[in-house]
């Protein structure tokens, strides 16, 4: 079956930038999605179409692809920002949708 | 408002089924596909199931395949998931989830609900 691989912990000063990775196969070929979740909270979009920002999210979160490879990149990370973000997307065939593992972003 | 609401977990012996509802609101239920995802307590999410506006397309996990039927009534703006032969790892928060197209298969979802808890244990 289809993966999708993130680091499971990035750690990131006050106001500095972070950047979450996802890594698969199929991502040339099919959109990535990012969503927030704080604890106890259900999941935040925050990113679609590889970088599109829905309404209401702020301008500091941005997303690229590259290959093999969507980023999540937050600019200026601030207190609130900190949560676990998963990447999500589908195989090649669209048969399976996919999440990636998460990663706990943690603001120091 | 978009609202979904699921119901229908609870704790449940390993062997037995389980029948999840979801009911939405605040849209235009017959345009758009719908999504089961769980969270196992402390883990990461997990998509379950798909199934497009019309039924015609549907998906599963390999983890669930052959044990878990997803199906919809759009008369009733409803969705469900029956869960048959569960099992211990099946444990986990469910979540019902709005795609944004009407189609399942690229996983775009605009909107949660705050889901319910299947709990499988002897």
């Known amino acids: 079956s289809y993966e999708l691989t993130q680091p499971p912990s990035v750690s990131v000063s006050l106001g500095q930038m972070a950047r979450i990775t996802c890594s698969g196969e199929a991502l040339p070929k099919k959109y990535a999605y990012w969503y927030q979740q704080k604890p106890g909270q259900f999941p935040v979009l925050v990113i679609y179409k590889d970088s599109e920002r829905p309404s209401g999210i702020p301008e500091r979160f941005s997303g690229s692809s590259s290959g093999t490879i969507v980023t999540l990149t937050i600019s200026g990370v601030q207190a609130e920002d900190e949560a676990d973000y998963y990447c999500l997307s589908a195989d090649s065939s669209g048969t399976y949708v996919v999440f990636g593992g998460g990663t706990k972003l943690t603001v120091l | 408002e978009v609202q979904l609401v699921e119901s229908g977990g609870g704790l449940v012996q390993p062997g037995r089924s389980l029948r999840l509802s979801c009911a939405a609101s605040g849209f235009t239920f017959d345009d758009y596909a719908m999504h089961w995802v769980r969270q196992a307590p402390g883990k990461g999410l997990e998509w379950v199931s798909g199934i497009s506006w019309n039924s015609g397309s549907i998906g599963y996990a390999d983890s669930v395949k052959g044990r878990f039927t997803i199906s919809r009534d759009n008369a009733k703006n409803s969705l469900y998931l029956q869960m048959n032969s569960l099992r211990a790892e099946d444990t986990a928060l469910y979540y019902c989830?709005?795609?944004?197209?009407?189609?399942?298969?690229?996983?775009?979802?605009?909107?949660w609900g705050q889901g319910t808890l299947v709990t499988v244990s002897s």
């Open positions: 989830a709005k795609d944004a197209r009407d189609d399942y298969g690229e996983g775009y979802f605009d909107y």
